[in-house]
Structure formats: C-alpha cells, structure tokens
C-alpha cells in the first residue's frame, strides 16, 4: 500500500508533474447542442503563463460548411490539428462531391491526437450539423485521443468550470437561437469576470444545416 499522493496517468516525479503543469489551459471555449444545430463560442485572450500574449487570438475555426472546431491548449498544436482537418475535408469534398460527415471529421482529429498520444497538447470541441442524425452534435476530445459523445454541452480550459454551472442551470432541450446565443454569451461573461486566463472578445457560431452563420469574431470578416 503506498500513501503517496495520487497523480494524473501515475506521474510519480517532479519532472513528470512539472509536464502536466504545461497542459492547464487558459482559455474557455464552449460547444452546446441547440433545437436546429449546435452553437460554439470562445473569449479572444490568448496567455503565456501569467502574460496576456495576445487579446484577439483565434480559438474557433470553420472546417467546412456543417463542422466547426475550437482549440484549448498549445496554440500551434491546434493550428496544426485544425488545418489537416480542414485539408482532409476539402479533399474528401473533391472526391466524394460533399461533405465528409460531421463524426468523420471528429474522428479523424481524434486519429491525429491519439497516434501522438500527448504529443500535440490539443484539446477541441468538435461541433456541428450531423446529416445522418439530422441534428446537432458536439464531441469533446482530449489531448491523448479521448473522444466523448451525445454530449449536450461541454467546455474546455480554465474557465470551464464557471461555465458548466451556468450552462447546468440554463440548458433545455429544444432551445432556440435566440435562446442558446443568449446562455452562450451569459456562461461566457461568468468565464471572463472570475477566470484570470479568460477575457477581452467573443466569438462565436451558429451551425445548422442550411449554414455555418458567424456572430461575432474573425471568422466574420473572411
């Protein structure tokens, strides 16, 4: 019987925690399903430790008309993940004459983090219109390749936990637009007042299945 301290995957020295240190996120993304889709929203701040690197940083990316992503974590690592993702999905639209499926996408992402295996320190909110369900869905994947499902909403990054209260509080089936941006935008506003690695701009989406329709952020001006 040991009484050591417990620690994440077993990590048993200072090197190995000091590795799981680098993996906190400071950042919030959100990723809810909606009655006619999904909405994916994030804060602009983009931190290097306890400095504010960047005030406008891009945290969500369209990967094609029904799939959009957000990244927490080692921006280059998302960017990297982010763009295979979006040239597999052009070249499967050349191929195929349509969009690959929104569980294609996701699973290919988790391909790519899971064969690194903590290699890309990556973690994403998949989103969007699913054409064989014929409604939105979400899927939450972790760094190692961890992908979870049927998920109503998820959050992921340092303000995380402010969200999910608000969003436990406000969800319901069948919400509208209107409704979801509304919540969105109110979990958001939690995450930025008492989450110090959260702030300054939203951006945020809406994917349905006639349109990916960008409400606030750069995607906006492409």
């Known amino acids: ?3 050591e301290n417990p620690t994440l995957h077993g990590a048993k020295n200072i090197l190995n925690i000091q590795k799981l240190e680098m993996l906190k996120t400071g950042t919030t993304t ?3 399903v909606i009655k006619d889709g ?3 929203a994030t804060e602009s701040q983009a931190t290097a430790g306890f400095f504010v690197a960047n005030k406008k940083a891009q945290k969500l990316f369209k990967i094609n008309e029904q799939c959009g992503a957000t990244i927490a974590g080692g921006v280059a690592d998302c960017q990297y993940v982010v763009g295979q993702a979006q040239a597999f999905s052009r070249l499967l639209n050349v191929r195929d004459g349509k969009e690959p499926s ?3 996408i996701a699973n290919i992402i988790r391909n790519i983090l899971f064969n690194g295996r903590s290699f890309f320190q990556a973690f994403m909110i998949i989103g969007g219109y699913d054409s064989k369900t014929q409604s939105g869905r979400i899927f939450p994947i972790d760094f190692l390749g961890y992908m979870a499902d049927s998920e109503n909403f998820a959050s992921l990054g340092s303000g995380s936990s402010f969200v999910l209260g608000v ?8 919400m509208s637009t ?3 941006v509304e919540l969105v935008k109110k979990a958001l506003a939690a995450a930025k007042s008492l989450d110090i690695g959260s702030g300054f701009e939203i951006q ?3 994917i349905t299945k006639d349109k990916f329709e960008v409400i606030e952020g750069p995607l906006k001006k492409l």
């Open 204 to 206: 945020l989406v809406i």
């Open 178 to 180: 209107n409704e979801g």
């Open 38 to 40: 999904v909405i994916l």
């Open 1 to 3: 019987m040991s009484f």
């Open 30 to 32: 959100i990723g809810m």
């Open 102 to 104: 929104l569980e294609y």
């Open 167 to 174: 969003l436990e509080g406000g969800w319901k089936p069948e």
